[in-house]
């Protein structure tokens, strides 16, 4: 079946610092790639969509000059935390979505002390 | 008023009970209705779709009711593995590159 592939599982920055999380399509070509973030004890919220070749629409509240998304083939999309703050520590995950319908990848715990 | 809503729970019910829960959605544009189950720390995965017709999928049964904007998700002879967290979930357009809308979900424990 269709599989994202994304990494790193989990990270712990220094406040400041940047952070990339990349999410890749294995056997399917996600033709969106969706990034949601969850906080402890809080519903996934939907922070930006991509399509392969063109700029990412933010969600309202979603600062996109801190979180960059670059979704540069069918196969990769991938998301920046710049100048992470203890505040962005959050579950970060991505959902491809290809012919068959949405998958997602395993996430990434981010912790930024 | 949240645009999906479920009952956080926790549910503690007794292996081989019959559990239901539900979920209402605010926006009467939803097409598409899902269920998903997630366990602690990982990423959704889908349980199954939801359709106006009602649906079952082994132990699993889901129901929608457009005219109350209401979906329901029964479980049958639970078993202890059913213990995670489920989610909720509309997609407004039928069709377009549109995200997933998520409740926060209801946490089920399957006692032994």
């Known amino acids: 079946g269709a599989v994202v592939s994304q990494h790193p599982s989990w990270v712990i920055c220094k406040s400041g610092t940047s952070v990339k999380i990349e999410c890749r399509s294995l056997d399917f070509q996600a033709t969106t790639m969706f990034w949601y973030r969850q906080f402890p004890k809080q519903s996934l919220m939907l922070m930006a969509t991509s399509n392969e070749g063109s700029k990412a629409t933010y969600e309202q509240g979603v600062e996109k000059d801190k979180f960059l998304i670059n979704h540069a083939s069918l196969t990769l999309s991938t998301l920046t935390v710049t100048s992470a703050h203890p505040e962005d520590s959050s579950f970060y995950i991505c959902s491809g979505q290809g012919a068959l319908g949405y998958t997602f990848g395993s996430g990434t715990r981010l912790t930024v002390v | 008023r949240k645009e999906v809503e479920q009952d956080p729970g926790p549910f503690n019910v007794p292996e081989g009970a019959t559990v239901a829960f539900n979920c209402t959605y605010s926006n009467s544009a939803s097409q598409s209705f899902f269920w998903y189950r997630q366990d602690c720390r990982k990423e959704p995965k889908l349980l199954m779709s939801?359709?106006?017709s009602g649906n079952e999928d082994g132990r699993f049964t889901a129901q929608l009711n457009r005219a109350s904007q209401y979906i329901s998700l029964l479980i049958r002879d639970s078993k202890l593995s059913d213990s995670a967290t489920y989610l909720c979930?509309?997609?407004?357009?039928?069709?377009?590159?549109?995200?997933?809308?998520f409740g926060k979900g209801t946490h089920l424990i399957i006692q032994p």
């Open positions: 979930v509309v997609k407004v357009s039928g069709g377009g590159a549109d995200g997933l809308t």
């Open positions: 939801v359709y106006s």
